[in-house]
């Protein structure tokens, strides 16, 4: 079992950055697939980005350029810098992993660890 816990949200303007961190515990996230995934009130869950044990990347084209997804496996963590931040990244942010070499995967049903999620409010 591996416990994925996310921090980092929180309250920003419009314009502004954020960077979110997920830490793993219980098992090595080296060899794990990982994405950023989030929900917004009323809405369904939607992809945010990923990154694979080779540290590729695929990213949502709604925060292309914004987002970067990093991985330090030394320290079983995962990140999401945000920058350019806008009212509609608003949402609850989840980290998700599953032990596997793949390509980055933007479905969420791919994986099966999932943090509490951490919450981002970006006022306009």
């Known amino acids: 079992q591996v416990q994925l816990v996310e921090s980092g949200g929180g309250l920003v303007q419009a314009g502004g950055s954020l960077t979110l961190s997920c830490t793993a515990s219980?098992?090595?996230?080296?060899?794990?697939?990982m994405g950023w995934f989030r929900q917004a009130p009323g809405k369904e869950r939607e992809f945010v980005s990923a990154i694979n044990w080779n540290s590729r990347v695929v990213y949502a084209d709604s925060v292309k350029g914004r987002f970067t997804i990093s991985r330090d496996n030394a320290k079983n963590t995962l990140y999401l810098q945000m920058n350019s931040l806008k009212a509609e990244d608003t949402a609850v942010y989840y980290c998700?992993?599953?032990?596997?070499?793949?390509?980055?995967?933007?479905?969420?049903?791919?994986?099966?660890?999932w943090g509490q999620g951490t919450q981002v409010t970006v006022s306009s």
């Open positions: 219980g098992r090595t996230l080296s060899n794990y697939g």
């Open positions: 998700a992993g599953r032990d596997a070499f793949a390509t980055p995967v933007p479905r969420g049903e791919w994986y099966n660890y």
